[in-house]
């Protein structure tokens, strides 16, 4: 199960990890966006245990804890970062001091630079593997103007490829044919199938890195119809993007969906996190889920997916089927 990050050729694990919730603390637009307190020994921990167990793939940006996440990544990759693939993002602006990221963007040629520099340093590296735009809608001008700047940084060697984190196929298909792009992350799971996004992907030889694909922790099977999360948690906080939660109560209606599937998601011995990720990868083989994590315990069930493998396409067809009668 072998990847390779799209047009770039860089090869990577076929499972990454996410740097969201390890950034701790922060705000988006005065609301909150993290995931709760984290202890950043037991993250770098969690890293250097995935690195020992095959992951090579891990992905940040520098609004993750406005920047914290990055930093923690880097502690963590000091003396191995031949070892690791270095995906981040950059585009939203954001104040490192007051933790707080604003929803307003700038991907002016300076921004891009000056971002890439920031996230240079507090990765403690002279290059970034995959260097992606995180604001997921431009205008043609923002586009085209982000793209020669992604071009000069890969050119002068500060980045070694880039991508962008949409989920908008139309422009994502745009932005495929206009760049030299290696990867497109968008929002995939086995509730949320973002097929306009994997085709682009697999017309155009790019990587469909898959965010989210544990649907903010619902497809861990540890919530109900009873659970309620804190307003501090992302979850729980009055995002009007938060798809899977509402009033930090998942939604009856995935719930459902989830209880339908779980037998299949669940075969051959797998947890339940374990077939989700099975999931991701029956779907396209340009897929490559990164799902957040916490401590070690978390990434050694994650890393646990891989010698599963995908799905197998009977049970890909069945839970298709079942979904589609929702």
Not at 190 to 205: M, T
Not at 268 to 287: C, D, H, K
Not at 306 to 320: C, K, N, R
Request: proline share 3%; net charge negative.
């Amino acid at each position: 199960m072998n990847r390779t990050l799209g047009r770039s050729g860089i090869a990577i694990s076929p499972l990454g990890l996410g740097g969201w919730a390890i950034g701790g603390n922060f705000t988006l637009d005065g609301l909150p966006d993290g995931w709760g307190d984290v202890d950043d020994h037991e993250s770098v921990a969690a890293i250097l245990t995935a690195l020992d167990r095959g992951v090579t793939f891990f992905d940040t940006a520098d609004a993750y804890g406005t920047g914290h996440s990055e930093e923690v990544l880097g502690r963590a990759l000091k003396g191995r970062r031949t070892d690791a693939v270095i995906a981040t993002k950059f585009g939203f602006t954001n104040n490192e001091l007051t933790k707080e990221v604003y929803g307003r963007h700038d991907v002016s040629p300076a921004y891009i630079r000056s971002a890439c520099e920031r996230s240079l340093r507090r990765l403690g590296t002279d290059y970034i593997d995959l260097y992606q735009i995180h604001v997921g809608s431009l205008t043609q001008d923002e586009l085209e103007g982000a793209i020669d700047s992604l071009n000069r940084l890969r050119d002068e060697g500060l980045i070694r490829s880039y991508g962008w984190s949409t989920g908008d196929a139309v422009s994502a298909e745009d932005f495929a044919r206009k760049s030299e792009a290696a990867a497109i992350q968008s929002e995939q799971n086995v509730l949320h199938d973002n097929k306009g996004i994997i085709s682009v992907c697999e017309r155009y030889g790019l990587a469909s890195i898959n965010n989210t694909p544990l649907a903010m922790g619902l497809l861990s099977g540890k919530f109900n119809q009873e659970s309620i999360l804190s307003e501090t948690d992302v979850r729980g906080s009055q995002h009007k993007w938060v798809l899977y939660f509402k009033d930090g109560k998942p939604l009856p209606s995935f719930l459902a969906k989830l209880e339908a599937v779980r037998e299949i998601l669940t075969s051959e011995n797998r947890t339940l996190v374990q077939g989700a990720l099975a999931w991701i990868w029956g779907r396209s083989e340009a897929a490559i889920p990164i799902p957040g994590f916490k401590n070690r315990k978390q990434v050694e069930e994650l890393t646990g997916a891989v010698s599963f493998g995908p799905l197998t396409q009977s049970h890909m067809d069945e839970i298709a089927g079942i979904l589609n009668s929702f």
